[in-house]
Each structure stands twice: as structure tokens, then as C-alpha cells.
């Protein structure tokens, strides 16, 4: 097998929902990991974003038979035969989307990008442990960052500003060169100690249902913001025959190695949320 690595920036806010009953003043809640708390993608919610993006649609909506690149990398569907998509697994494996940055308000700024050494260390293992082809001089820089010591409250910027807030925080200065990791973390980097990003609130949004104009219910939805990055991996085989490249991996490969693409992933994709560019960086 061979795992490649893949970001996804959000364009528009998302909302992959959890699905948990909960009895909190926000209804409707973003997937989170059990451990970090932080907000995640589930694989199996990834996974269906890229069956449905990859799939084809009728004039009336209806999904047609799948590809044989889809049936490859993701299996059979209830459309199928139902022995045989029982017995079809998907040749591709998805992992888990984790947070890398999530902006953050400020005072001096429209946004900061922020993230935490445990973050970009959970980045560096993940590299490590699927054995990714990565650039060097990047892991290098990225390891150099995951090794800065951030006070509690007290964030820190990488560039010459004075009276820096970002939400709550007075942000410290460093002078430390982050030239290397802006273009893959984004430019305006903020490190934050691990439990302040770890607590630092989503936004959560109002939404109303209307029936003939009159408001009938109105609920709170968490959503993880426009400008956000995450990062995933996929398992490939490399067994592949030369043949069956062109019907059933070419069409996948390059919509992600040659440039970005854009898709849209979680709930509410009729006003516009969950739409991202999902980019393969991973050599």
C-alpha cells in the first residue's frame, strides 16, 4: 500500500454534524475527536463526500450506475447487485480528517491562522507512522515549530506588530523564521498553547425554519469556519495492472495531484456550506 496525504481548506463554513442527541444550548454539533476534543471529518463521512462527488446524476437527479473507477476505490453501492456490492470493498482506505488551523479574530487583522505544537506533532506522527513521502526541509521546519513553548493565555505571532488580540488572548512576538511553513499553514500564523486551542469556541449560528412566512422553530448549529484546514490520508494499493489505471484510478489522481479540487463535504449544501479545495501534498 501506499499512503498519500491530502488538506482540505474550507471555502464556505462546514458543518459535518455529529449526530449525537445532546441538551446543550447548540442543537446541532461538528464532529469531534474523543480524545482532543477538536474538530474532526469522520473517514466514513469523507469517504461518502468523495463517492457522491465522483458519482453521476440523472437529468431528474437519480444516481446512475457507478463508474468502474468508483466501484474500484470505494466499492459497491445499494444501487448495485446487493451480492455484489456486499462483496466489493473499496481499494481505497480514508482516514480521518484532523484539524490543522482554524482562524482566529483579532484586533490588528482580519484573521489569524491559528494552531498548537500537539497539533503539528499528531501531523508529524501520522507522516511518520504511514510512512508518507514528504518534503524534508518542511517536516524539518514543522518539527522545529512543534518544539516552541507556548504559556498558557498567551499566543504567539511571528511577525513585528504590537497590541496583538486574538479572541481573548494578548498575543507574545517571536522572532523565529516561519517562512518555510506559511505557505502550508497559511500566512498570519498564530501558536497556541494546546488547551487554549483546544477550548477556543467554534462559531455557532442561528437558523430559522419559516412556513408561510412565519417562524416555526428556530435552532443553534455549530460550524467550523470558512478558511479552516484539515488533513487526511488515503491507503492505495500499488499492485495496480498498467491496463486498468486509465478506467479505474486515472480519473481520481489527477483531479487531486495536478492541482486542487474543489468539493463539498457535510450538511447543509443548498445554502452553501461544507464547500472545500481538497489538495494532495504528500510526494
Known amino acids: 500500500m501506499k499512503t498519500e496525504l491530502y488538506t482540505i481548506e474550507t471555502l464556505s463554513n462546514l458543518h459535518v454534524g455529529s449526530g449525537?442527541?445532546?441538551f446543550d444550548v447548540i442543537d446541532n454539533q461538528v464532529q469531534r475527536d474523543a480524545t482532543t476534543n477538536l474538530p474532526i471529518i469522520n473517514s466514513s463521512s469523507l469517504k461518502g463526500?468523495?463517492?457522491e462527488h465522483f458519482s453521476s446524476f440523472d437529468a431528474e437527479g437519480k444516481k446512475e450506475k457507478d463508474s468502474k473507477m468508483v466501484r474500484?476505490?470505494?466499492?459497491?453501492?445499494?444501487?448495485?447487485n446487493q451480492a455484489q456490492?456486499?462483496?466489493?470493498?473499496?481499494?481505497y482506505s480514508f482516514f480521518e480528517?484532523?484539524?490543522?488551523?482554524?482562524?482566529?479574530?483579532?484586533?490588528?487583522?482580519s484573521y489569524f491562522n491559528a494552531t498548537s505544537p500537539s497539533v503539528i506533532k499528531n501531523l508529524l506522527e501520522s507522516i511518520e507512522n504511514f510512512n508518507i513521502e514528504f518534503d524534508e526541509e518542511l517536516k524539518t521546519s514543522l518539527l522545529a515549530l512543534s518544539k516552541v513553548e507556548v504559556k498558557?493565555?498567551?499566543?504567539?505571532?511571528?511577525?513585528?506588530?504590537?497590541?496583538?488580540?486574538?479572541?481573548?488572548y494578548e498575543a507574545e512576538n517571536s522572532k523565529e523564521d516561519v517562512s518555510k511553513v506559511s505557505e502550508f499553514l497559511g500566512e498570519n500564523l498564530a501558536?497556541?498553547?494546546?488547551?487554549?486551542?483546544?477550548?477556543?469556541d467554534l462559531p455557532?449560528?442561528?437558523?430559522n425554519y419559516l412556513e408561510d412566512g412565519i417562524s416555526k422553530n428556530l435552532w443553534y448549529e455549530e460550524v467550523v469556519p470558512k478558511k479552516s484546514k484539515f488533513t487526511f490520508v488515503i491507503a492505495k494499493p500499488t499492485n495496480i495492472d498498467e491496463r486498468d489505471y486509465e478506467d479505474k484510478v486515472k480519473g481520481f489522481e489527477s483531479r487531486f495531484t495536478k492541482e486542487s479540487s474543489t468539493l463539498q463535504i457535510g450538511a447543509n449544501k443548498s445554502i452553501g456550506y461544507g464547500f472545500t479545495k481538497v489538495t494532495k501534498v504528500s510526494k
Not at 98 to 108: D, E, F, I, M, Y
Open 72 to 80: 474500484y476505490i470505494f466499492g459497491g453501492s445499494n444501487n448495485e
Open 20 to 22: 449525537d442527541i445532546n
Open 191 to 200: 501558536l497556541f498553547n494546546d488547551e487554549d486551542f483546544k477550548n477556543l
Open 85 to 91: 456490492a456486499q462483496t466489493q470493498a473499496g481499494a
Open 152 to 168: 498558557a493565555d498567551k499566543p504567539i505571532i511571528f511577525e513585528n506588530l504590537s497590541g496583538v488580540i486574538l479572541e481573548d
Open 97 to 109: 480528517a484532523t484539524l490543522l488551523t482554524r482562524p482566529v479574530r483579532s484586533n490588528k487583522k
Open 49 to 51: 463526500a468523495f463517492r
Open 204 to 207: 455557532v449560528l442561528a437558523r
